[in-house]
């Protein structure tokens, strides 16, 4: 029996082995394009190499690949620890406050308390789809950052049909769920995934009526062209946030069910579901699937921002507001959506199923369409939007 089980060492070296071939092919990739620097003639070389050598496209477009992964990473484990303690000052604790000065390093002790521990796989699962579920969820949490401009002109793909490239990765997502519940062997997972599909397709259909009122006001399925569309004199008033203010709620509330986020965390009603889909999921699979929920938290905060809250734009359009860089605004704007989304999870209290599904099909649906026939109506009417 001990035989058959790897060793502790094994268990410890196997994940620290994977990391550092990761990071010596990054590494080889960085000192190629060094070499390239030095060697060539300096920045302006440089330049001209990775815009337009083949090889110096592919290194360029993987190294911005890496600065995202990271910033993104960096901004998970920032809203893990924010949010801790925020619930903890709500329940009148502290949260995080051992590892690290004031706590800070809590979420760096669980990621390596997670790839540190052995994976189990139960004796009746589909092993193959159990492993490749959290790869597709994770994968697609994180594609969708690789066209969201955090600055102008600052995105990996600055693609002109930006909206149905965030709408159909996020459409997707719901096909890791199905696999991650299917292929554990377990009634829980499998009624938490299809709980989880029901309304993650349910509230699909009112954020895509948001989206639809958004590119008819801007013109354009540009998410850059959507920013500079909102930009006027009147600074923050000028935002799609008040003229579309039912559509920006209609949106925030779709998005807290498309990320599973209370009052919609039916998948992981414990009472009824112990755990939800990722029942069965331990250490570094469990740790994807959880990451998958945070980054895709982070991507809606940002998708509210550009969408209704004029992405990185000033909020005044004058001196001092406008010396402050277009990327801090960005920011600032989008961790207040993720606050917004943590102060929901400690004040409301879950619904029911059949409450969640009238929400979206006999509210938000009729609301949603409506709007969408009266933003076209208006827009006709007066010749108001991408040119105002």
Known sequence: MSSASPSHSDR?????LIAGVAAA???LV????LIAFFVDGGPAALGAWLYANPFGIFVRYL??????????LIFTAILIYAERKIWGSIHLRRGPNVVGPWGTLQPFADFLKFILKEPIIPAGANKGVFLLAPLVSVTLAFAAWAVIPVGDGLAIGNINV??????????LGVYGVIMAG????????LLSALRVAAQMVSYEVSIGFVIVTVLLCAGSLNLTDIVHAQQSRYGFLGWYWLPLLPMFVIFFISALAETNRPPFDLAEAESELVAGYMVEYSAS???LQFLTELVAILSMSAMTTIFFLGGWLSPLPFAPFTWIPGVLWFLAKMWCVVFMFSFVKAFVPRYRYDQLMRLGWKVFLPISLFMVVAVAGV???TGWGAHH
Request: hydrophobic share 65%; net charge neutral; no cysteine.
């Open 285 to 287: 699979l469990f740790l």
């Open 182 to 189: 299917w292929a554990s062997n377990s009634k829980y997972a």
């Open 63 to 72: 190294l911005e690949s890496l600065a995202l992964l990271v910033m993104v």
């Open 12 to 16: 410890i070296s196997r994940p620290l």
């Open 379 to 381: 827009l006709e009417a």
């Open 25 to 27: 092919i990054v590494g």
């Open 162 to 171: 930006g909206i149905l490239y965030l709408f159909a990765v996020s459409s």
């Open 30 to 33: 960085v000192v190629v394009a």
